[in-house]
């Protein structure tokens, strides 16, 4: 059956959808989307602007004063999660580019958000495993390596709050995840195939999986 309700997403819908948010586009959210692009094909890695809108409304929709950011790149994601942040709030980064979190480093100092950041360059589930474990975020983004998607989900979860959220970025993967499993296709595909039957068992959280952007897994810890 036709799915009747979908739509052709294009640039200008997306230019649209944006200036008609409330955090519209900013000369550091724009210059640094120049910075991203002129990286190459790697670019592809930096969420949109309504991507990036969702994640300041989900920031402030739980009252954040702790995030958590798996997956840094340009920090783009961490600018829109730094913006949503409740007074006094902070935001912990890993990544483990020194090279394109120098980019984000000089967005956040130019957004005057590098106060609320902190970097941490190294594997990131080391990092994840050396925080308290008691559950004080409140919310929690992953947009990094596939294959390590459970482990982060894992970690981040035993350390939310119940009512934090916790979102997983490109969770459908092109629509791959979707294709005939017979044919299993690469191991990208096969980790997030396995990270979203993992999450939808996790019986820590209440999951809805948005088709929107590339996916975006939405858990609410309970």
Not at 147 to 167: C, I, M, Q, S, T
Not at 189 to 217: C, H, K, M, Q, S
Request: aromatic share 6%; net charge negative; charged share 25%.
């Amino acid at each position: 059956m036709a799915d009747l309700r979908a739509l052709n997403v294009t640039s200008a819908l997306v230019d649209y959808a944006v200036a008609h948010g409330t955090w519209a586009d900013d000369p550091v959210l724009a210059d640094l989307r120049d910075e991203t692009a002129a990286l190459g094909p790697v670019a592809t890695m930096q969420i949109g602007p309504d991507q990036g809108q969702l994640l300041t409304l989900f920031t402030r929709l739980v009252g954040a004063r702790r995030a958590v950011e798996v997956g840094t790149f340009t920090g783009y994601s961490s600018l829109c999660i730094a913006r949503g942040l409740a007074t006094g709030g902070t935001l912990l980064c890993c990544d483990v580019s020194e090279e394109w979190t120098a980019l984000a480093r000089r967005a956040w100092e130019r957004a005057g958000m590098a106060g609320r950041i902190e970097l941490r360059i190294g594997a990131a589930l080391d990092t994840l495993r050396s925080l308290p474990p008691e559950p004080t975020i409140d919310l929690a983004f992953i947009d990094a390596d596939k294959g390590g998607y459970w482990d982060y989900w894992h970690e981040l979860a035993l350390r939310v709050r119940p009512g934090g959220v916790l979102l997983a970025d490109n969770v459908l993967w092109s629509g791959r995840v979707a294709d005939d499993v017979a044919d299993d296709g690469d191991d990208d595909t096969r980790a997030i195939r396995e990270f979203n039957d993992r999450v939808v068992a996790d019986d820590r959280v209440d999951v809805v999986v948005l088709p929107a952007f590339d996916g975006l897994t939405i858990g609410l810890r309970r």
